[in-house]
């Protein structure tokens, strides 16, 4: 039996399949800033996808993950919006004591300096505005970092800043990136070179010994969200941070969506999957096992060898409200392979 589709009908299933791309693509991406499901411009999708290409990449909503990596693998933290805990502090210690590589990059939020103080770093985001007015991108808030210093420059060659602040570098510190010697601090934000404030070269980009391992402090979250990823040389600076293994640390920046939680969570837990797999299973053979009859027999090419008194049984048992006349003309629409045309 052939199933009629009306205007209304499809019209319904049409928005029924719209709302469901809707809520999906909702479930599955995010607008909170430094976010790695968050495909606007200052989400950092875009440093997922390249960590995803190019190594083996762990989200990170908790802090857990630190306790089983270390050497060979960067950890990234964006701006974080609040202070870690004493416990957490110390899973991150046992990160660096493994030999693993800590970036953090804040600029005026007191989150990231708080993190460092703990870890035993000395070196500061100023939490100021640096500017230049010679060298920029779009505008003197938006300077070129030019002077890049080994082993960054070997790939690197600057870095494109947005409304960045500047370190306070410790005499220890590895200096890596560097703005021209025609920035300045505009320390009260009014845009202009005042009395008070020196042009200079200042530090973007500092990395500290930890034990085994690193701590690199980066002035400017935006050089690695999607809006800022393509300027020069923004991406290969992301690259050259990389090990082979890269840990994305969200666990004091941004929810992760609803979506993307729960297929980490399955990606990782055994236990999951195999629940998932058992509900795939249940489901599918529930769909099978509960078509009904005038579908599952719909098609003249859908063939079963059943004879015209057996389709009428089936007919009357699925519409019993129907008369007889109405049972046996369906029941003639719905052929036997076996049973030449004539006998109905």
Do not use: K
Not at 282 to 305: A, D, K, T
């Amino acid at each position: 039996m052939r199933v009629s589709l009306s205007y209304p009908r499809i019209l319904a299933a049409v928005l029924f399949l719209s709302t469901l791309l809707g809520a999906g693509y909702a479930a599955s991406t995010s607008t909170a800033s430094f976010g790695s499901y968050n495909p606007n411009w200052d989400g950092s999708q875009g440093l997922r996808v390249l960590a995803d290409t190019h190594t083996e990449t762990t989200i990170a909503e908790t802090t857990t993950p630190y306790t089983t990596h270390g050497e060979n693998t960067t950890s990234f933290i964006l701006s974080p919006h609040d202070d870690y805990t004493p416990r957490q502090v110390d899973r991150i210690r046992g990160f660096l004591a493994r030999g693993g590589t800590l970036v953090v990059a804040s600029d005026f939020q007191p989150y990231a300096n708080h993190l460092l103080s703990r870890l035993g770093v000395a070196s500061r985001v100023d939490g100021r505005l640096v500017r230049d007015e010679h060298n920029y991108y779009r505008g003197p808030a938006l300077p070129i970092a030019s002077r890049v210093t080994a082993p960054l420059n070997e790939t690197v060659h600057q870095l494109t800043l947005n409304h960045a602040s500047m370190i306070q570098a410790d005499p220890n510190a590895s200096l890596l990136v560097s703005t021209s010697g025609y920035a300045y601090v505009d320390a009260n934000r009014n845009g202009e070179l005042d009395d008070t404030e020196t042009l200079d070269s200042y530090p973007v980009v500092v990395s500290e010994a930890v034990g085994p391992g690193r701590v690199v402090v980066v002035s400017d979250p935006s050089v690695f969200i999607n809006a800022m990823l393509d300027r020069p040389d923004n991406r290969r600076f992301a690259r050259a941070l990389f090990s082979e293994r890269v840990l994305l640390d969200y666990s004091h920046t941004s929810s992760v969506p609803v979506l993307a939680h729960v297929l980490l969570l399955v990606r990782d837990s055994r236990f999951f999957q195999l629940v998932l797999s058992v509900l795939v299973l249940g489901v599918g053979w529930g769909l099978v096992r509960g078509l009904p009859i005038s579908l599952r027999e719909s098609s003249e090419e859908s063939s079963v060898s059943l004879s015209f008194e057996e389709r009428c049984a089936l007919v009357r048992d699925e519409h019993p409200e129907w008369d007889a006349e109405r049972v046996e003309r369906v029941a003639r629409s719905i052929r036997s392979s076996t049973e030449p045309t004539g006998n109905d």
